[in-house]
């Protein structure tokens, strides 16, 4: 990260509540009777984070922010190859059933992070996703799709 | 009243044999992400339907008690909050378990969870009705003034004021998606139902720690940076108990204080301690870095929740929190109506379950020391199927809560949030303080607004109301005093 890391950080935070001051104005101004209604808070905390947000960029312009370690191109893709995996369980979850789709994340994602020895492979995940499916659904009778 | 006759039946085998079992139950509910105090009773009452109340009761004590003690199991060893009442045990629980001292953050949480959980036992059965009076007070005033209070713990936490202001903000303004709690108006919901309800807690909450950590152990897997962490110890020594000791009862106390208030919960109460034992602290800057009395802060006070919200329960019938409000549905089962009542009409039931209480707090007290070295060994599982794992739970916990997809983008949502919130200095802290606190600030507010028709003269009159109205500045300028009183301290020392 640079020296305007926080620069550009407030002009995300600024982003956001131009996105939010834009969505709030669909909520209802009035409650019940009161002169305080459901749009009351989040306009406070959007004017909040607004001046916070400009009080962040002007320090961003005195004081230089402590140094980040830098995202490489391939960590990030790496990371996102995670998320994207994460996204597909989620998504099997409900659908395919928790057995199956625990099992294929669980070696995809052993693959994705380097794991080549065939029988950690075979042995690991349906072991650690059938026990923790006869606690749960057993033990404790907690529904598993 | 002879109260030995009613003492003596809770120290039958059978009966210690229930307690000891709900105990233990309780410890795994609480120690798996995503499984709750609450659910662990809600899924007990039926089965004590058919014991004698003092014995089915007294089980789902021990699940509540045991439950609430698990949550930080998972928070100190693996970064997911079991519960959301060990949320705060986080900060300073995990760093030391990376530090090598998994065994001893473990302890004293075990410790400072029996010191809590007993304390607040002893209040429930001394001044149980008392205390009961002095929660009738509060209303929809005073639980404002309390959330505002509780809200400025965020200015002490957040290390970065302007960024830990900002990332509270962003929380209430989250907490604020889904149906108004007033007028049920709907706000940010894009017509979507998934948003009716809001983001539910839980998932936000796994989403927020656990899942932002593995995403920072994956770049260490990726980058081949995977250090072994050792597990020594679990007793903390006299030196460390004695620098925890101010921290213990003063985080009992508050735990027993805000358990009375009905509707707070031990997750507010855990906030709060660790936010006062900070404050109170000569080294406030160790906190957060895997400090032993941050982690006693937290367990003293989640655990004295327990026997604090069994006091209105009890002599008034109202709830403390949500496990209260289905224990209370057990005692209903039972044939018995919580309230003044029952202290007269059922005199051995109300001695029993103060004696079960206490007892339960002592089975949590040996079963979890006892498992420590089986609960710390997680940390030596090979750092891919560690994470991999977790995150098998991570998805298995937020989808337990309402069987519900939804839940578990919410929590891959939130857990990208709180990745980029770590990786810019904002604090995941504020933010969670802020979506406990954000909505019972808000609600109240409006209501208690809509009672006194605007007036705000009416609306601040309480005594309760402007005790807590005039703590928060001060607690908000606390942080930054203490800030400048460091520097100038660096700059005497500098020029020395």
């Not at chain 2, 909050?81 to 090598?100: E, F, I, W």
Request: proline content about 5%.
């Amino acid at each position: 990260m640079n020296r305007n890391s926080d620069f550009w950080l407030s002009l995300v935070v600024l982003g956001f509540c131009a996105v939010a001051s834009v969505l709030t104005l669909d909520v209802p101004t009035n409650g019940t009777g009161g002169t305080v209604g459901p749009s009351f808070l989040p306009w406070l905390m959007i004017g909040g984070m607004s001046l916070f947000a400009l009080i962040l960029m002007w320090r961003s312009q005195r004081h230089a922010p402590a140094a980040m370690a830098p995202f490489g191109a391939r960590l990030l893709t790496q990371l996102g190859g995670f998320l994207i995996l994460m996204l597909l369980y989620a998504w099997a979850y409900e659908p395919v059933g928790y057995l199956i789709s625990s099992v294929v994340f669980f070696v995809v994602a052993l693959l994705v992070l380097g794991e080549r020895r065939l029988l950690q492979l075979l042995l690991v995940p349906p072991g650690v996703v059938g026990s923790v499916y006869v606690v749960f659904a057993y033990a404790m009778q907690v529904y598993m799709p | 009243m002879d109260i030995f006759q009613y003492i003596l039946p809770v120290f039958s085998p059978d009966v210690l044999l229930v307690i000891a079992l709900g105990t233990l139950g309780g410890i795994i509910i609480g120690a798996l992400p995503g499984l709750t105090a609450t659910m662990g009773v809600a899924l007990l009452v039926p089965i004590t339907f058919g014991m004698d109340p003092v014995k089915g009761l007294n089980m789902l004590i021990g699940i509540y008690v045991g439950g609430i003690y698990g949550g930080c199991i998972s928070s100190i060893l693996i970064k997911t909050p079991g519960t959301p009442a060990s949320a705060a045990t986080v900060l300073d629980g995990y760093p030391m378990a990376m530090k090598g001292e998994a065994g001893k953050a473990l302890g004293m949480a075990t410790i400072a969870s029996a010191i809590g959980g007993l304390f607040s036992a002893v209040v429930l059965a001394t001044l149980a009705p008392q205390l009961a009076a002095m929660a009738l007070r509060f209303g929809p005033a005073e639980y404002f003034s309390l959330a505002l209070f509780g809200l400025t713990i965020i200015a002490s936490l957040s290390g970065d004021i302007v960024k830990g202001t900002i990332a509270g903000m962003l929380g209430v303004l989250l907490s604020c998606v889904g149906a108004d709690p007033i007028s049920g108006a709907a706000r940010y919901t894009f017509g979507y139902t998934g948003f009716a309800a809001g983001f539910s807690f839980t998932p936000a909450l796994i989403g927020l720690f656990a899942i932002s950590e593995i995403f920072i152990q994956l770049e260490s897997i990726f980058e081949d940076r995977v250090s072994k962490v050792s597990v020594a110890g679990i007793w903390p020594s006299w030196t460390e108990m004695r620098e925890s000791a101010g921290t213990l009862l003063r985080g009992s106390i508050i735990g027993t204080i805000i358990g009375i208030v009905p509707g707070v919960g031990s997750g507010t109460a855990s906030w709060i301690s660790y936010n006062e034992s900070r404050r109170a602290s000569k080294t406030p800057e160790k906190y957060g870095t895997g400090h032993m009395p941050g982690v006693a802060a937290t367990e003293s006070a989640n655990n004295a929740v327990c026997g604090g919200a069994l006091v209105p329960l009890l002599a008034l019938g109202i709830p403390g929190d949500v496990v209260t409000a289905v224990l209370m549905g057990g005692l209903m089962i039972h044939g018995l109506a919580p309230g003044p009542l029952l202290f007269q009409e059922h005199p051995g039931v109300v001695v029993g379950l103060f004696t079960g209480n206490f007892i339960a707090n002592i089975f949590m007290f040996i079963f979890g020391m006892a498992g420590i070295t089986y609960f710390a060994k997680i940390l030596l599982v090979p750092k891919k199927i560690l994470t991999i794992s977790i995150a098998l739970f991570c998805f298995i916990g937020s989808y337990a809560i309402n069987l519900n997809v939804f839940d578990l983008y919410t929590m891959l949502g939130f857990g990208l949030l709180g990745y980029g919130m770590q990786k810019f200095g904002f604090s995941q802290a504020a933010l969670c303080i802020a979506l406990i606190l954000g909505p019972m600030a808000e609600a109240n507010l409006r209501l208690g607004l809509l009672n006194v028709d605007n007036d705000l003269i009416r609306f601040c009159a309480s005594p309760i109301t402007l005790l807590f109205l005039a703590l928060t500045p001060l607690s908000l300028a606390w942080p930054i005093l203490q800030e400048r009183r460091a520097k100038k301290k660096a700059a005497v020392a500098k020029t020395l």
